[in-house]
């Protein structure tokens, strides 16, 4: 997440550390010997070890500055990271003389082929509590299997999980809105074969994207349809006590 500061009108790595708490992201920005930039985010734990690898890996041999982003509090721990290190300059640490505010704000995320393989997953283990005739060991799904426990190279992902903003649930796809903030799953198994829908983290003011997992071909030689879906819905955090929320039926839209 990236936002313009308010006090320099410069662009600033931002990451969540709370619910409602924001701070500038923990990281080293290296300049390297062609004048590129480079982020290294500095996660807990990080060793000497750990840092070292992550330069290394940048490819240059020498960088012209580094700006270090880190609570005063982790002063000493950041400063040990650099063990190993040949600086021309002295480091110096800037501390703000108050609260900075940042805004507008651009947030940008990267994800590789774990992120679709654990939406398949989802799909797949919902599948099974829907549809307990079957195991998950059958030979129709061993495609879904390997790639889950696996992956294959981006550019096949999309044999298994795509992506669209169609609705699938009834109600979405009427034009209703959700009132509280939850995940919704649907499965379907067609003459041609199984599939599962996947939407995370939908609510009043998002309808998020919608993931279709292709499970596998169905075996079975007998013509049929069927579909389940439930919403597992979070109550409002003033609400949540013993559970964070309840499970409710959906009704899916035929032939997802």
Not at 106 to 135: E, Q, S
Not at 189 to 206: C, H, I
Request: proline residues 5%; hydrophobic residues 35%.
């Amino acid at each position: 997440m990236v936002g313009v500061s308010h006090e320099t009108g410069e662009e600033k790595e931002l990451e969540l550390v709370g619910p409602n708490n924001v701070r500038e992201l923990r990281c080293v920005k290296l300049v390297a010997e062609d004048d590129s930039t480079h982020v290294i985010p500095i996660t807990d734990g990080m060793t000497p070890e750990d840092f070292r690898k992550k330069v290394t890996a940048l490819g240059f041999k020498f960088f012209k500055h580094a700006n270090i982003s880190a609570a005063s509090e982790e002063i000493p721990w950041v400063e040990s990271l650099f063990e190993g290190f040949t600086m021309k300059g002295k480091t110096e640490w800037v501390q703000p003389t108050g609260p900075n505010i940042y805004g507008p704000l651009t947030i940008k995320f990267t994800v590789n082929d774990r992120y679709f393989r654990a939406i398949a997953k989802i799909g797949f283990h919902y599948f099974l509590t829907k549809f307990p005739r079957f195991r998950g060991d059958e030979a129709c799904f061993a495609e879904i299997r390997n790639f889950i426990m696996n992956g294959c190279p981006i550019d096949e992902i999309g044999r298994f999980v795509k992506q669209s903003r169609e609705q699938f649930a009834y109600q979405l796809r009427a034009g209703d809105r959700l009132s509280v903030w939850g995940h919704l799953i649907g499965v379907d198994a067609t003459y041609t074969g199984f599939r599962a829908k996947v939407q995370l983290f939908a609510g009043p003011e998002s309808r998020s994207t919608v993931f279709t997992v292709q499970l596998g071909k169905n075996p079975s030689p007998i013509h049929y349809s069927e579909a389940y879906g439930d919403f597992f819905a979070y109550y409002p955090p003033e609400q949540r006590d013993d559970f964070d929320g309840e499970v409710s039926e959906l009704g899916v839209v035929a032939h997802l």
